[in-house]
């Protein structure tokens, strides 16, 4: 914890001098429980932008994918330290899941995740993973669609990065029933891409 509380202010301060950042909505964040924060994904460094733009409250859980792992021990460490936990795609990671779910549900944390799985080399919106809506059934919170969008459609030192918190989508529009329903959650990924294609269109202007 004191590590993140060190980090987070040190970072939102690099962040500003090498890029300028704009956010919208974060009155759209949620204070007093877990909530899950599901983002688009074009630059390795979006979960850095989406963490000093929320800035406040409890260290979240942020489930990002192997490869940031193979860098260097330094890193994974303070990966670790910040909430940063790694996801080994299409290895049916039941552990990562249940552990997120308990620190969501049980310890009021959030947590960021990024749908498409992978990014977009264009910043376009690309097809929707199922496991954020997994965790969103399971811990019963509210889902936070968060697009960020960069000047010209690439992150780009010194450039413009806008980061924008859409309104929360209920929780009860994200269950997916028992047993699980495919048709459910097709309509669950439906409605997330619609929020996140929508934030995009109202906020055009910063492209």
């Known amino acids: 914890m004191w590590f ?5 202010p040190a970072a939102w301060l690099v962040w500003h001098l090498v890029f300028r950042i704009k956010v919208i909505g974060r009155e759209n964040l949620i204070r007093d429980r877990g909530f899950i924060i ?15 733009s929320r800035f406040w409250g409890k260290p979240m859980v942020i489930l990002a994918k192997e490869e940031l792992f193979n ?16 996801v080994h795609r299409g290895k049916g990671d039941t552990t990562v899941v249940e552990n997120t779910v ?5 310890e009021g944390r959030g947590v960021l995740i990024f749908p498409e799985g992978t990014r977009t080399k264009d910043g376009k919106l690309g097809r929707l993973k199922s496991g954020a809506f997994v965790i969103a059934a399971e811990t019963g919170v509210d889902m936070i669609p968060c697009r960020i969008i960069y000047k ?4 780009k030192l010194f450039g413009r990065c806008t980061v924008v918190f859409g309104k929360p989508i209920p929780a009860e529009k994200l269950q997916l029933g028992e047993p699980r329903s495919a048709a459910r959650l097709r309509e669950c990924k439906e409605l997330l891409t619609q929020e996140l294609e929508k934030l995009l269109e109202e906020n055009k202007q910063y492209l």
């Open 4 to 8: 993140y509380c060190i980090i987070v």
């Open 38 to 52: 599901a983002a688009n994904h074009i630059s390795a460094i979006d979960p850095v932008f989406i963490v000093i």
């Open 71 to 86: 860098i260097c021990g330094l890193l994974n460490w303070m990966w670790k330290k910040v909430g940063v936990v790694c």
């Open 102 to 106: 308990r620190a969501v549900r049980d």
């Open 152 to 155: 010209g459609g690439r992150m």
